[in-house]
């Protein structure tokens, strides 16, 4: 048991752990404000449906592939609700379609990945513009959730009021009265997939995939329907966290949830999860998710402009990625000088833990 707390220490989640531990500090020296209960729940639910995705991306990236479609997906799962509820529908039906579709696209870029061989790379941009294309069309050049086609006031309360405002005899537990309900969603959902990737078969196979699909496809992985799944669960939460990006705002436009691809990704990669698939944990996922959300939000309470933010965002992923090859570079280059003298090998660097 030490030795294992040790080894993860030792690795990029102990490194990120340190980090976080830093940006932590930082902000709450230079923001009056950050340790107030309210600035912990805006911090959290400003970025909520991010993560969500985030888990979803985690085993996508895992697997050998990429996602870059997923924060269209968000819009256009957002741009159904709002347009089927303009129709007259009832907005059960509406978010009903929205997962439907979520599905559906899913299945769709997986076919072409898993089973015509496209990469995913190619196959997920054209959905980033093919189904934000398609939010536009549904939207067009206009809001829906104005005082002329609000939300209903429950959906918008789901969305913006903590889960006391919503279940009355919550409201004498301030912890559970204070945090709004997307964010028990988003821990349900982290605690599944800790199991799935870390302790059940699913995971196993994720990793054997992302490491060599020929591999994994000699050993009697069923590769293709593996893929299809993945492909499909993330077009699937990024629908559901636009269902609640849709309540969190109250409107919808052709533009939400635009860009959101940079900090999805950063925050896997900066995770620990390799770009090239077969390894990362979700603990590395979970501690990357606090940094981002962290960095956002003590820039934001020193009044940090927002353009400057999704600067410092980009740089957080340029690191992600070299980083990682750095290090690995330069062990290399010391077990090497080590053989070169006949000294004792270089021990090799605890692998992250899975």
Known sequence: MVSSIVARLRSWDGLLLAVVLVVLLLNWLF???YLTV?????LWQNG???????????????NGEIDLSVAS???????????V???????E?????AIIVGIGLGLFNGFWVAYVGLPSLAVTLAGLIGYRGLAFLLIEDRSIGNADTAFPQWFEDAGQQPLGGLIAPLEDIPVIASVPLAMYIYFGLLLLAVVALSMAGFGRRTYVIGSSPQVARYSGVGVRRHKMAIMTMSATMAALAGVLFTAHLGAVRGSTAFGFEL???????????SIFGGSGTMFGVFLATLLVLNIRNGLGLQSVPGHTQTGVIGLLLILSVLLPNIISSYQER??????ARGSPQVPEPPSTPT
């Not at 900090?263 to 999860?273: A, Y």
């Not at 010391?334 to 053989?339: G, N, P, Q």
């Open 38 to 42: 309210q600035n912990q729940v805006n």
């Open 93 to 97: 039906i509406a978010i009903l379609l």
């Open 48 to 62: 909520i449906e991010k993560a969500i995705v985030v888990l979803a991306m985690a085993f996508v990236i895992i």
């Open 73 to 83: 997906m968000m819009g256009l799962s957002a741009a159904v609700v709002a347009v």
């Open 85 to 91: 509820w303009e129709a007259g529908y009832p907005l």
């Open 263 to 273: 900090d999805i990704i950063t925050i896997v990669l900066l995770g620990g999860v």
């Open 334 to 339: 010391a077990r090497r000088r080590a053989l």
């Open 31 to 33: 923001a009056p404000n």
